[in-house]
Nanobody, 115 residues
């Protein structure tokens, strides 16, 4: 199983980025997909999650109204559209897949929001 994130980078405050996660080696449509992030010196936290049907998405309070998670089961992709970015969004963002006891992580992609 591989989860490969892309789309991170440096952006100014108020800007936007779209993160992508390409999944392979798993029956993607069966998996609950999420994005986590970890800032320096902080614990990894859940940012957004979407169920295996793509019907229900949930967000951390800190990103509600600014971030949107979407999945494309045909392409085995999950996306995180981020807008109105703030300096506190700076972190490494990780793609996460879960199906019952099976859990997989990507290698992460850095997002840096400059003042």
């Amino acid at each position: 199983v591989q989860l490969v994130e892309s789309g991170g980078g440096l952006v100014q405050t108020g800007g936007s980025l779209r993160l992508s996660c390409a999944a392979s080696g798993l029956t993607f449509q069966d998996y609950h997909m999420s994005w986590y992030r970890q800032a320096p010196g902080k614990e990894r936290e859940l940012v957004a999650t979407i169920d295996d049907y793509g019907w229900r998405a949930q967000y951390a309070d800190s990103v509600k109204g600014r971030f949107t998670i979407k999945r494309d089961d045909g392409e085995s992709m999950v996306y995180l559209q981020m807008s109105s970015l703030k300096s506190q969004d700076t972190a490494v963002y990780y793609c996460h897949a879960r199906l019952r006891g099976d859990v997989y992580w990507g290698q992460g992609t850095q997002v840096t929001v400059s003042p």
